[in-house]
T-cell receptor, first 111, second 114 residues
Framework: KAGVTQTPRYLIKTRGQQVTLSCSPI?????VSWYQQTPGQGLQFLFE???????NKGNFPGRFSGRQFSNSRSEMNVSTLELGDSALYLC??????????FGPGTRLTVL | GESVGLHLPTLSVQEGDNSIINCAYS??????FIWYKQESGKGPQFIID?????DKRQGQRVTVLLNKTVKHLSLQIAATQPGDSAVYFC?????????????FGSGTQLTVLP
């Protein structure tokens, strides 16, 4: 079975721009969660989607949004980028919403 | 708020020795705990998990111990190898209504010395 894939792997944007990141879960997994990882804050939960519905949301501003498609693929969007948004964005998929399998992440740099 | 924390940010062990990484959690509603390993440039990799109705679970060279009385979790790695060098995260998973999310600890950098 193929693992979780994320595209793009690396991204450079400037302040004020917006960005869309993509995640393809493991086949059969309907739950997709997104996390932000920074050296200062560690791994922080952004949101979880299950069967195209957002089931849970972390403590992030409304500039961070996401969606899930009928094939379980998910995208997250960050609008009006700030320097502090520079981070590794990780996607994880799950069958039972417990055991989560992570992708390699998208490294976002905001200049 | 609830948090999951690690006791030590770094740990150095000699190759061949056993490693013990500790973690404290505070959410008594957590019913599932996971240890992840993250190597540089990669996403976290699942190592082992344990449900709250268990005290101990063993895998290949790894053992997780759960002490619910003091809300403590540990990961033991037997015969530590150079390839074990990485950051290790504990995570707790709690169900609140229909919402379930992982809360991660801050991570411990394990360095295996030759």
């Amino acid at each position: 079975k193929a693992g979780v894939t994320q595209t793009p792997r690396y991204l450079i944007k400037t302040r004020g721009q917006q960005v869309t990141l993509s995640c393809s879960p493991i086949s059969g997994h309907r739950s997709v969660s997104w996390y932000q990882q920074t050296p200062g804050q560690g791994l922080q939960f952004l949101f979880e989607y299950f069967s195209e519905t957002q089931r849970n949301k972390g403590n992030f501003p409304g500039r961070f949004s996401g969606r899930q498609f009928s094939n379980s693929r998910s995208e997250m969007n960050v609008s009006t980028l700030e320097l502090g948004d520079s981070a590794l964005y990780l996607c994880a998929s799950s069958w039972d919403r417990r055991e989560q399998f992570f992708g390699p992440g998208t490294r976002l740099t905001v200049l | 708020g609830e948090s999951v924390g690690l006791h030590l940010p770094t740990l150095s062990v000699q190759e061949g020795d056993n490693s013990i990484i500790n973690c404290a959690y505070s959410n008594s509603a957590s019913d599932y705990f996971i240890w992840y390993k993250q190597e540089s440039g990669k996403g976290p990799q699942f190592i082992i998990d344990i449900r709250s109705n268990m005290d101990k679970r063993q895998g290949q060279r790894v053992t997780v111990l759960l002490n619910k009385t003091v809300k403590h979790l540990s990961l033991q790695i037997a015969a530590t190898q150079p390839g074990d060098s990485a950051v290790y995260f504990c995570a707790e998973n709690a169900l609140s209504g229909s919402a379930r999310q992982l809360t991660f600890g801050s991570g411990t950098q394990l360095t295996v010395l030759p």
